[in-house]
């Protein structure tokens, strides 16, 4: 069974330029969701997509940060425009629609703002 | 706000022992998940405790969840040194759907 995908992997961008992620969830998982961990830290959850409907966005800085799952499959993430303090890794991670199963992990995109 | 503390933050221990990485939690929740990290890489789901007095074992991993305390363990037991790299619980405190807070990581180093 393949795995979550992310692309890309790293990421450099200069402060108030945009950046778009995108994952690619496992197949057949209904939920999706973006996390952003900055180094040294737990992961924090940012936005939750159940198929292609928002769950849970209260902790997304919506002035600058969007995200859509097109067709409740994939998902992009934007950050519009990015500031030194979104430097992170951002995980992307799905689960299926029973609420008490574990999530599955992509391997993340590592962005750095300079 | 939940808060999900974890201690110790790091842990540098040999071979062969012992010992009890502690998740603490601030609000009423009985579903708590164990996930480990290697440097560079992604979280690995290792234990899903779904109940107070949860236990589950896998190797020299042992979890265990207290909803009364909000304290959940995770004991290692005769370390090996691929065991090295950072632990995470995290707690759910969602009504229907899954909503996890993360605590700050244990990280661990197994010597030789």
């Known amino acids: 069974e393949a795995g979550v995908a992310q692309s890309p992997r790293y990421k450099i961008i200069e402060k108030r330029q945009s950046v778009a992620f995108w994952c690619n969830p496992i197949s057949g998982h209904a939920t999706l969701y973006w996390y952003q961990q900055i180094l040294g830290q737990g992961p924090k959850l940012l936005i939750q997509?159940?198929?292609?409907?928002?769950?849970?966005d209260s902790q997304l800085p919506k002035d600058r940060f969007s995200a859509e799952r097109l067709k409740g499959v994939d998902s992009t993430l934007k950050i519009q425009p990015a500031k030194l303090e979104d430097s992170a890794v951002y995980l992307c991670a799905s689960s299926t629609q029973d609420w008490i199963d574990t999530q599955y992990f992509g391997p993340g995109t590592r962005l750095t703002v300079l | 706000e939940l808060k999900v503390e974890q201690n110790p933050l790091f842990l540098s221990m040999q071979e062969g022992k012992n010992y009890t990485i502690y998740c603490n939690y601030s609000?009423?929740?009985?579903?708590l998940y164990w996930y480990r990290q290697d440097p560079g890489k992604s979280l690995e789901s290792l234990f899903v405790?779904?109940?107070n007095g949860a236990v589950k074992q896998e190797g020299r991993l042992m979890a265990s969840l207290d909803t009364k305390a909000r304290l959940s363990t995770l004991h290692i037991t005769a370390a090996v040194h691929d065991l090295s790299a950072t632990y995470f619980c995290?707690?759910?405190w969602g009504q229907g759907a899954q909503k996890l807070v993360f605590g700050q990581g244990t990280r661990l180093t197994i010597n030789p």
């Open positions: 995290a707690v759910d």
């Open positions: 405790l779904l109940s």
């Open positions: 609000t009423t929740s009985d579903r």
């Open positions: 997509f159940q198929n292609n409907g928002v769950v849970d």
